[in-house]
């Protein structure tokens, strides 16, 4: 497609369980971008793949999140033992590379009863 | 610290008129980029314009104009002859040239364009 294709577009879980996000990106954008959206935090950043670099985890709020890029393309954010505190709108983003404009995808808004 | 403020949570304005959206900065770092971003009801963050912190020129990307004031550390959004579509949320964001360009993001500015 020609956009950032996120899914699943929603996703309710139970407390504990494990869910994944996915992210399509834009076909040959080499930066690739996680944030999450939350009435009580704003806009927040949670990691960030570039190329074949060591990915930036800076943003991780805890262990139970990781994410993973294969070959360079699709990614996927992993939330273990999810907690109600999770409940959020995730969205995906990608550029051609650093430093430039983002765009971004739909967002998967992920509730947790 | 590194930190972008947007004080206004919500504006009005009316069709056809023009509106400027604040936002200001902190930052030590001189080597940074500044966007703007909107969201509509939609949810999706749609890209609208980009000044990069060693730019001599406002940038400009059809209605919309950032008024950049480095010494400030403003950067504050305009858009010119409002339309309906233009009502939605928008987040100012800066992005640093040594961290890859993961963006920081204002607290955003909900505008409402009224008939």
């Known amino acids: 497609g020609a956009g950032v294709s996120q899914s699943p577009s929603n996703k309710v879980t139970e407390k504990g369980k494990d869910v994944e996000l996915r992210c399509d990106p834009i076909s040959g954008h080499t930066a690739l971008y996680w944030y999450r959206q939350s009435l009580g935090q704003g806009l927040e950043f949670l990691i960030y793949f570039q190329g074949n670099s060591a990915p930036d985890k800076s943003g991780l709020p805890s262990d139970r999140f990781s994410a993973e890029r294969t070959g360079g393309s699709v990614s996927t954010l992993t939330i273990q033992r999810t907690q109600q505190e999770d409940s959020a709108v995730y969205l995906c983003?990608?550029?051609?590379?650093?430093?430039?404009?983002?765009?971004f995808g739909q967002g998967t808004r992920l509730t947790v009863v | 610290a590194q930190k972008i403020t947007q004080t206004q949570p919500g504006m009005f304005v009316q069709e056809k008129e023009a509106v400027t959206l604040d936002c200001t900065y902190d930052t030590s770092d001189p080597s940074y980029g500044l966007f703007w971003y909107k969201q509509p009801s939609s949810g999706e963050m749609i890209f609208l314009i980009y000044?990069?912190?060693?730019?001599?020129q406002n940038a400009t990307e059809g209605r919309y104009s950032l008024n950049f004031q480095k010494a400030r550390k403003s950067a504050n959004l305009v858009i010119s002859a409002s339309q309906l579509g233009d009502s939605a949320m928008y987040f100012c964001?800066?992005?640093?040239?040594?961290?890859?360009?993961?963006?920081?993001f204002g607290q955003g500015t909900e505008l409402s364009v009224k008939p």
């Open positions: 964001a800066m992005s640093f040239y040594n961290q890859g360009g993961k963006l920081i």
């Open positions: 000044q990069g912190s060693y730019d001599q």
């Open positions: 983003a990608s550029s051609r590379e650093g430093n430039t404009e983002a765009f």
